[in-house]
């Protein structure tokens, strides 16, 4: 069992992956790559380095690269165009960042003249899907390890066991029993399944979230923020111009306070089955809102519509994995098409979990106080249009009634 | 100008409607039938028989109904069927009411031998294209007249000064001065336009709102409510099972405690102008919720999405009025069919001006615990299965991407 | 390798499956039942039981079914009221015939006792797909055994070694070397892959085609056919009601004698390769067309869109393998709510390849010719309507010009 | 009744529109700019010119432009990207046409400084919501006068009354009583309307077809085509590179040659009603033949099926004159995105009536033989991935199945 020469691994430095670490070098023999990101989950990188050479990665084998930018300027933002939520709920945050991950461990296989590469996502989750897809559309010919669908190490017990064997340091936590739950962070969202989640029908655990307070826990004056949009992004809050990634850790950061974006879900997934989830997007959740509003003033009806329309498939691509696919590239030409004149601002309320829009305004705003207006409007609208409009939308029904009764 | 021998109207017993209770009169001199339905506005509809009377309208002629039930089961719910949402945001309070108003007014127009109807809808609104769609759909001969699209009215004073010439009583608020908001109430929603809201960029008034207090003045500890479905439609509040129309009563007193359901939106009207309105739909707001957590555990993945596909264009229909439409019956055909495991039951947390579902359970749950855990499985699910399924799906990139590079 | 005690066989009794079913004894050791249905593929079915005995199946374990009615009542009709298409060119004849032979396997196997199924569709084909999702839909815990995908006979000789061995009767056709077309027939479609076709620069061969004439070589005269329809479904042909498959039947007499319904088409396998695949649906194509027919006079235009709308996807679902899914079901109920009216008589003219509507009546017919007329309508259609519908239309994008310039 | 300054008319030199000419001198008292477009309607265009002196307008204000290749470059190459068809059938060569002239005429008005246009759509038809809403888009201030929706010269005699008395010539043709078929022709299409087509049960008169002989009358030999392809837009046709008008043309005489294009219809109009038309379109059917030829083996799956899920709405916006709208042009943005690799060569057979793809090739297939072929393809697809495949994509079906019975 082998052709697997040199292998890109995805790590985090956690457990699971240096026991999968380890599981290549036995088992394929590959030399081994690391390959670390910071695209926000909030951990030291660091560490991962130290425990990489520990496991004898070459330093010149060791990746770990800071990615927040591109991850929330070119993945984060784009998908937010679209107003994207899939199931009418999540905000797709772990969904998002896996092509980013695929994009450059296949760059870094590229590079290194790697033949393969592999990650720690289960064989049941829709992770597996979207790293694969990823890496087969960048570069048809690699071949992929995913360790948790190929190995016998499927109870926590065994892989403690082969942790242990391997001399890989196991933090308490991980022996204190009970699985933990299954998390995933960036500077979109945290996520949470497993455990006692496994139960639709049982509450979450105030204990389990982490990045906001309860709604009952937050300030009770609510906050205002005035949100800045060009082009349908967002470029300044409060005045403040800053990149892309640094405006969404200040929205996860106020969002957080006051309790925003909370999320307890079953959704489901795209290997055919139900799940239970839980999610934390704050400042995400601020964002989706906010872009509505913008939207709401400069975009036209039918093109505002026609992205509704679009929007459920343009998820579903998204959460599915395709976002290196062509489909989605072509469907994000339509979209990025719509949004040049979404330009202006938004104010947004934050108050005990709820986000309102309360005010918004454009240089490009296409409501016209003179013809909306219930007050007389000097004839900038006649009304009797609207007779002929209705005559003739209700033509079809009128002969259908008189032809059929 | 005639061929309007009997005409029914829709009479609410405010001045507007009452000026063109006494305009069609004098203008067609047509005998009028007043037609007043309960929907859940919230008004006594006794003084409107009684104002009818004085204005000359005899008493076989004045028609007040009670369709609080027929409106909340055959329109409300089959909506909420869809999870039926306008432009991301809106809940269609207003729209959804309108079909019903219309169908009974035919109805009264055919047992009343009324050759024509009459509605108080401005020209610049929706509510003309709804309330007329319905007429011509059902009654395609039907003469319809819209008084403000004719007549020369169109300010304040001069439908004052023509209410006082016409000896309609005038209360104090409308000699108050400042145009009030306008307003619709139904057992769904009540909403504002007008005044101030025309300018987007202001925020809201507090003292407008009627239905919700203001989630800083709702009770500082939330409230959990059992919501049971059958076939998609609510049926039981924490067991007690009532009429449609009573639940969604339930709810939005509620809601309205707990301050859920204002909505402050700009929107597109069929018309062709964006419009600034602000909504409080208390119940519907919990509604939705449940309705998609109770959804969740029940539906199938293809159907979910298949009616998320689908539900913008029918949100569209009600709003533009096409609720009589053969097409939205087509949609209606589709949406009834994917209800019918939908029961089981949600409960949802209510907290300051938010909603969440925190659990739910069903005995048609399409949730398999022992196919999503992450411990042992036992074999329920075959990970390896997740391979060929990746490949596959992938290998139309994998050509293209070999080809092309 | 076993757990398969007792195996449904989708048998032929051509080469391949009988070559499967000696395989399935000799490999599992199973009990095999055949199951062989005429849907029109014209072939005698008898010797298909004489060759099982043969091969020592149970004369209780041979089912031979006459399956034509129920394919064409409810499988090909149903599909024809959406003029379903998958990818603007192939009729579905293959797909649409898969799970009936799924439906009434698993019915046996229900029947027998049986615990699998099996059937002689190849790894890279759609068939497999469309076989097997039938019967995990409706017999959830069933094996599945397929041989192309488990066996090694990959290639044409170690087929017919295998055959020999078994004691197979080979006839001459397939010894004289040169891998014969894949086939496949039923009342709706003769279907052609494999050999040059595989190239799709090169024209397919005269010789090939069965059903159809050449064109160049079909009548010098055009032929009329009157087809009259019910609820969209054919009823009667030149006023001879018939049964559907007689009257599918019927038009494939004509069609085939006058060259319709050929196509050569590079075609998008769900298991994601492409392929070239030449048919001939000489019924189906007069069909369709005759359908569109007899819609375009009693369909309101918003359902005829909606139908055009989702129609691709539904035929993306029969294509796909979906048609016992709870998804193809809900589709189905929307198509059939608006084939109501679709009633009336289509007359086609049948020429050298081509068919054309050259006329059509019915007595739910929308059109209205005191409406439509060039000539004075006397005044059932205001032409002054047109103006107030046109500039309300127009008003998004004057009011986004004067904005915007 | 003025504020029309100076009106640019769009002019056949027709007796319509010089009736309409003088109309407009006689009740606006403004002065006129002809415009007069060469778009392949096949007719002399200097003598609309004479006509216009005749009738007195300043030889500056006289405008006839060459648009044939702007015409077929930017909107029918456009269109076909998409393989737009209105309602399963019709080819759309009015329709796409009117953008083009509404956007010349309002150039001409700007240059002009005119203050109105106008034109000789009638005010139950489709045309006079392109031209206008056109019109709109561009010029959002624009008078739009529509004379047949005004004046009441609605017969036949009165028009020629007025032509009469107005010292407009009136040729035999006009004074030979019956209507004539009211025709359209440019480049792509010849369309018939009126008359005895009033009648959707009488086969159309064989006299009244202009551009195709009969299919009876075409060669009885078969010709070939091969057509090239660049970004989705033909680019030469048997190797001879030519400008889009020039191939087109070049379609159109060959198509018409055999018998190709001719279509009998009853369609949905965007004012209501249904309407009974005939088109013939020789080169477009080829084209559009073609086109999804050339599709077919260098389009992805994904995308494929995306475009023709959009391609109904995207050809509904350009039915009822929408080409101007932003939604249109968003959807463009997608279409041509998906344009890119349609790069090739496809071979069609034309005879007597029918188009039909023989061949095509191209260097950026997707079509992999090695994958595609039925014979030991040497482990290029592993035909063991389709079980993970399909069970994968059974999973929630065999879930529902297995819980509800």
Not at 18 to 27: A, E, G
Not at 53 to 78: A, C, H, Q, S
Not at 245 to 260: D, M, P, V
Request: hydrophobic share 40%.
């Amino acid at each position: 069992m082998s052709d697997a020469n040199k292998v890109v691994l995805a790590y985090s430095g956690g457990l699971d992956t240096s026991v999968i670490l380890k599981w290549l070098q036995d088992t394929y023999q590959s030399e081994i790559v690391t390959f670390t990101a910071d695209i926000g989950q909030g951990e030291e990188l660091e560490p991962a380095r130290a425990k990489a050479i520990k496991l004898g990665i070459k330093p010149e084998n060791i990746y770990i690269d800071d990615l927040r930018e591109e991850f929330v300027r070119d993945f984060v933002f784009p998908m937010f165009r679209a107003n994207t939520v899939y199931e009418g709920e999540y905000l797709l945050g772990t969904s998002i960042a896996r092509p980013l991950i695929a994009k450059r461990q296949i760059e870094i296989a590229n590079q290194t003249g790697a033949d393969a590469v592999s990650h720690g996502a289960t064989g049941k989750g829709n992770d597996q899907v979207r790293f694969e897809l990823g890496y087969y559309a960048l570069k048809p010919g690699v071949k992929v390890i995913a360790p948790w669908r190929e190995w016998d190490l499927l109870s926590r017990e065994k892989l403690l066991a082969y942790a242990e064997k391997a001399g890989i340091p196991i933090e308490m936590k991980h022996k204190a029993g009970g699985a933990p739950y299954s998390m995933d962070a960036n500077l979109l969202h945290i996520s949470f399944e497993g455990r006692h989640l496994e139960d639709p029908k049982a509450e979450a655990e105030e204990s389990m979230w982490r990045w906001t307070v309860a709604p009952e826990a937050a300030p009770d004056a609510p906050e205002y923020l005035d949100m800045e949009f060009e082009q349908g992004d967002l470029v300044a809050i409060n005045g403040l111009r800053q990149k892309p990634h640094e405006l969404l850790a200040k929205l996860n950061e106020l969002g957080g306070k006051h309790g925003i974006g909370r999320l307890d879900l079953v959704e489901n997934r795209y290997v055919g089955m139900k799940s239970r989830g839980c999610y934390e997007t704050p400042g995400g959740t601020i964002l989706l809102k906010a872009h509505r509003g913008i939207e709401s003033i400069t975009l036209d009806r039918e093109v505002a519509h026609l992205k509704d329309n679009l929007m459920p498939r343009y998820a579903e691509l998204i959460y599915n994995g395709y976002w290196w696919s062509p489909e989605r590239r072509a469907l994000q030409a339509l979209i990025d098409n719509t949004q040049q004149y979404v330009n202006g601002w938004v104010r947004v309320k934050l108050y005990k979990g709820g986000v309102s829009v309360v005010a918004r305004d454009s240089k490009d705003t296409l409501f016209d106080q003179t013809i909306a207006t219930f007050d007389d409007d000097g004839g900038a609208y006649n009304q009797k249009d609207a007779e002929g409009f209705i005559k003739l939308n209700a033509l079809r029904m009128r002969i259908a009634s008189h032809k059929r009764g």
